[in-house]
């Protein structure tokens, strides 16, 4: 089964960038939909933004326009260009592959 693991979270300043990266272990170009969606406690988890295989892209409100979304089948790694970030982007962000496969999440914390 394929493992996907995140990376590039950290703590920012607002107004700042942050990229993170979603690496999996197997090629990745047979899998349609990937997608970034981001958590914090006590809230369900939300939908950030999603790729299909073919490249389409879709974004949350929120993000629109500040985050990009972006997937390297060659390199199966899935990114996420985070820009111009603000406190309300503090958030577990996960990967997610498919219907259910899940990566653990990267810490994103946005300081004002």
């Known amino acids: 089964q394929v493992q996907l693991v995140e990376s590039g979270g950290g703590l920012v300043q607002a107004g700042g960038s942050l990229r993170l990266s979603c690496t999996a272990s197997?090629?990745?170009?047979?899998?349609?939909?990937m997608g970034w969606y981001r958590q914090v406690p006590g809230k369900q988890r939300e939908w950030v933004a999603i790729?299909?295989?073919?490249?389409?892209?879709r974004y949350a409100d929120s993000v629109k326009g500040r985050f990009t979304i972006s997937r390297d089948n060659t390199k199966t790694t899935l990114y996420l260009q985070m820009n111009s970030l603000n406190s309300e982007d503090t958030a577990v962000y996960y990967c997610?592959?498919?219907?259910?496969?899940w990566g653990r999440g990267t810490q994103v914390t946005v300081s004002s």
């Open positions: 997610k592959a498919g219907v259910a496969l």
């Open positions: 197997e090629n990745i170009i047979s899998i349609n939909d």
């Open positions: 790729i299909t295989r073919r490249g389409t892209t």
